[in-house]
Structure formats: structure tokens, C-alpha cells
């Protein structure tokens, strides 16, 4: 099983849907929550922390579950610049480490 | 602002090349990272670096070293590359993290290399 697993995608919406990834790791232990934003052919950049209270940014929404180990990243009223790979981001126990899912691919269209 | 620099974007080698990747990060972070990035298997750590000269291996260290001689500058270094090793290169930089169990920190990234070992 992998550490870190998400819907690779892609997830094709129109501008102004929303829209909801989802995200489960296996490691009961991990303390920190990410979700970056990757460009094709650029680097990962972060997007959100996400904390155990949810929490908003904009459009964006994160939510974790740890009795589920479930993360979560909403987004409402897309936007064409939204369009990217959003990787789900979790700690490795006990270190400085961070487990990265494979992400999941979003293009929004006109 | 946050500023991690890797010394090339696009790298050519030739097969049994010593190559060298090198980056720079100016946020006085203590952690630097290595990955590697290919379609499908997302970012694997090749190694990892907590303190100056200090290096610890990732998942996948092999066919690679490393070199942290200032803190600031984390060397990655192909000894004899192979076609294998044509990849998008990510250094990351990061403080140190609680030490307590409660977490880490973000990691910042570099914008790449991509290299390809003919």
C-alpha cells in the first residue's frame, strides 16, 4: 500500500464548478499536512498547510480526518488559472521527512 | 521571499559522466533535500541533509552522493550516470522541525533540473 495515495485524475470542470480531492495516507502517526500545487514543468510550491480544525484560504478549503487519515482540498468557483497538479503532503514520523502523493491532475475549462 | 537556486535548468550527459547538480538556498534553513521526479511515481528522496556535512540516505540513494559542505549548498552528484537517471532533479530546503513529534515544517523547492543521460 502506498504511503500517501490520491485520484491521479484528470479532473476536467468548468470555470466556476467546484470541486474536491481527496487523499488517504497510511501512517496513523504523521503530524504534518500539505497540499502543494505543482505547474507542468515547474516546481512543487506549497498551497496550504492543513490543521486538524480545517481551515479556509479563499476559494480553498482543506479539511483532515485523522480517525479516517483522510485529507481533503476543496475549491469553489474555478478559476482557468487553477488548472495544475495539487499533491497531497504528509510528515514521515519522527523526522524532517515529507511523503508526497503522486498527485492529482485538475484542468478547468472555459 | 523564499529563494532556493539550482545551478542548471536543462542538463545533456553522456552515459558513464561524473555529473554534478548543485543548490543554493539563502533562508539559513538547516534541512536540504534531494528528489527525483518521474511520471508516475511522483517525488522519491534520494537523500537528505539536517546539519552541515551531515547526509542521510532517502529511498532511492543509489548511484548517487551527496555533498554539504556549507550550509547553505547541497551538492547532488551522479558518480558514472546512466540512461536510468534521466529525470527532473527538486532540491528542497527546510528549517528543522519540532524535534518533539508534533510535525514539520513546509519545504521550499528550487525550480529544477532536468537532466537527460544519453
Known amino acids: 500500500r502506498k504511503e500517501v495515495e490520491q485520484d491521479p485524475g484528470p479532473f476536467n470542470v468548468p470555470e466556476g464548478a467546484t470541486v474536491a480531492f481527496n487523499c488517504t495516507y497510511s501512517?496513523?502517526?504523521?503530524?504534518?499536512f500539505f497540499w502543494y500545487r505543482q505547474d507542468c514543468r515547474k516546481e512543487p510550491k506549497l498551497l496550504m498547510s492543513v490543521y486538524s480544525s480545517g481551515n479556509e484560504d479563499g476559494r480553498f478549503t482543506a479539511q483532515l480526518n485523522r480517525a479516517s487519515q483522510y485529507i481533503s482540498l476543496l475549491i469553489r468557483d474555478s478559476k482557468l488559472s487553477d488548472s495544475a497538479t495539487y499533491l497531497c503532503?504528509?510528515?514521515?514520523?519522527?523526522?524532517?521527512?515529507?511523503?508526497f502523493g503522486t498527485g492529482t491532475r485538475l484542468q478547468v475549462f472555459p | 521571499d523564499v529563494k532556493v537556486t539550482q545551478s542548471s535548468r536543462y542538463l545533456v550527459k553522456r552515459t558513464g559522466e561524473k555529473v554534478f547538480l548543485e543548490c543554493v538556498q539563502d533562508?539559513?534553513?538547516?534541512?536540504m533535500f534531494w528528489y527525483r521526479q518521474d511520471p508516475g511515481l511522483g517525488l522519491r528522496l534520494i537523500y537528505f541533509?539536517?546539519?552541515?556535512?551531515?547526509?542521510e540516505k532517502g529511498d532511492i540513494p543509489e548511484g548517487y552522493s551527496v555533498s554539504r559542505e556549507k550550509k547553505e549548498r547541497f551538492s547532488l552528484i551522479l558518480e558514472s550516470a546512466s540512461t536510468n537517471q534521466t529525470s527532473m532533479y527538486l532540491c528542497a530546503s527546510s528549517p528543522p522541525g519540532s524535534g518533539l513529534g508534533l510535525g514539520t515544517d513546509t519545504q521550499y523547492f528550487g525550480p529544477g533540473t532536468r537532466l537527460t543521460v544519453l
Open positions: 503532503v504528509v510528515n514521515e514520523e519522527n523526522t524532517d521527512k515529507l511523503i
Open positions: 541533509s539536517y546539519d552541515v556535512k551531515m547526509k
Open positions: 501512517n496513523s502517526a504523521s503530524q504534518s
Open positions: 533562508m539559513d534553513h538547516e534541512n
